[in-house]
Nanobody, 121 residues
Framework: QVHLVESGGGLVQPGGSLRLSCAAS????????MGWYRQAPGNQRELVAR???????NYGDFVKGRFTISRDDTKDAVHLQMNSLKPEDTAVYYC???????????????WGQGTQVTVSS
């Protein structure tokens, strides 16, 4: 199993920046990809950014170049740099870790507890 802990959320003004971090521990070797998802009240959880162990990335359509995901192998962590934040970015942001296919029958996708991001003037 993989344990995920998010940090870096908070209150920021429109146009501001935040850097989210997610630290992974446990069975790190099973991870194929890690990512960030967000969920606003009344909305479905949606992909923000995702990065694989070979540094392939995927971003939600709403990002439009504002966000960047990166890996930190020495600390088994991923980071999300969020710039030019908008009020509609307000949500709980969750870290996610996907197992490799060979482990998917045994281990579920892991989720962190979430960190609140609020963009408001």
């Amino acid at each position: 199993q993989v344990h995920l802990v998010e940090s870096g959320g908070g209150l920021v003004q429109p146009g501001g920046s935040l850097r989210l971090s997610c630290a992974a521990s446990g069975s790190i070797y099973v991870i194929n990809a890690m990512g960030w998802y967000r969920q606003a009240p009344g909305n479905q959880r949606e992909l923000v950014a995702r990065i694989t162990t070979d540094d392939s990335t995927n971003y939600g359509d709403f990002v439009k170049g504002r966000f960047t995901i990166s890996r930190d192998d020495t600390k088994d962590a991923v980071h999300l740099q969020m710039n030019s934040l908008k009020p509609e970015d307000t949500a709980v942001y969750y870290c996610n870790a996907e197992p490799k296919d060979i482990y998917s029958h045994l281990l579920p996708t892991s989720w962190g507890q979430g960190t609140q991001v609020t963009v408001s003037s």
